[in-house]
């Protein structure tokens, strides 16, 4: 692992080398006199016939950085898999981090289950409130079916977990 960390310091590091070589080697265009769209274009031209060589090594600097960010991803990533590489746990070790994993989801279940009644709740009341007008416009129930709608809760006991439903 130390060995891949080296390799990413040297990688970064050439890096920056190769981005500080670049900058010193691009050289600002100067602007024509004459702002005319032939004049522009004759101004680039010579430009490049003058900073060829001058360009090609500013190419050869971009692909170096291109393979070197490339290689970097790489090691970053060998370095991520051996840093997540599973420990070898003991079997109390699992069961209790299951557990707690568990335990939140089932904080997570009850709470959704609390808002999910509240709502239940709330629209057992509108539905009281409106049937009776409904059934005088529409000849029909708004909704049926509240007298047996429930929601799961888990529930511990001791060390043993229960799931159930709780009618609204």
């Known amino acids: 692992m130390n060995q891949i960390q080296a390799d990413i310091e ?49 190419k050869g600097i971009d692909d170096a950085i291109a393979a070197l960010a490339s290689q970097l991803h790489q090691k970053e990533n060998q370095l991520k898999l051996l840093q997540t590489e ?50 005088q416009v529409y000849y029909k129930p708004f909704i049926t079916g509240f007298k047996t709608i429930s929601v799961p809760y888990i529930r511990l006991d001791g060390d043993v977990w229960m799931i159930g439903n709780r009618v609204v």
């Open 86 to 135: 599973p420990k070898q746990l003991t079997l109390d070790q699992q069961v209790e981090e299951a557990t707690e994993q568990a335990k939140v989801h089932a904080e997570r279940i009850n709470q959704l289950a609390a808002e999910l009644a509240d709502e239940l709740r709330a629209l057992k009341n509108i539905t009281n409130e409106i049937s009776p007008k409904y059934w």
């Open 10 to 58: 040297a990688i970064n590091s050439q890096i920056e080398a190769l981005r500080q070589e670049r900058a010193s080697l691009t050289v600002d265009m100067i602007s024509p006199d004459n702002n005319s769209p032939q004049a522009i274009a004759d101004a680039y031209r010579r430009h490049a016939r003058e900073t060829a060589q001058q360009s090609a090594e500013v």
